[in-house]
Nanobody, 117 residues
Framework: QVQLVESGGGLVQAGGSLRLSCAASGLIFSINTMDWYRQAPGKQRELVASITSSNSENYADSVKGRFTISRDNAKNTVYLQMNSLKPEDTAVYYC???????????WGQGTQVTVSS
């Protein structure tokens, strides 16, 4: 099993910044992709950003140019730097880690991000 623990959420004003962290532990060998998802009240969970073991990054159109995903393999941690935050970024943010043969992967417990206008 793999355990994922997110941190760094909170309340911020529009235009502000937050940095989320997701620390992985347990049977972390072969983890390839690490993703950040978010789920706002009444909405489906959506993919925000992903990064592979070779540091290939992908972003949702809604966050391109504002969010940056990165990973520190020595610390088994993935980060999400969120700048120019908007009220519509308000959601619970979840970390996900997958091994190459997995579809669902492992999930963290989520961290709340609230952006006030």
């Amino acid at each position: 099993q793999v355990q994922l623990v997110e941190s760094g959420g909170g309340l911020v004003q529009a235009g502000g910044s937050l940095r989320l962290s997701c620390a992985a532990s347990g049977l972390i060998f072969s983890i390839n992709t690490m993703d950040w998802y978010r789920q706002a009240p009444g909405k489906q969970r959506e993919l925000v950003a992903s990064i592979t073991s070779s540091n290939s990054e992908n972003y949702a159109d809604s966050v391109k140019g504002r969010f940056t995903i990165s990973r520190d393999n020595a610390k088994n941690t993935v980060y999400l730097q969120m700048n120019s935050l908007k009220p519509e970024d308000t959601a619970v943010y979840y970390c996900n880690a997958k091994k190459p043969w997995q579809v669902g992967g492992y999930w963290g417990q989520g961290t709340q991000v609230t952006v006030s206008s």
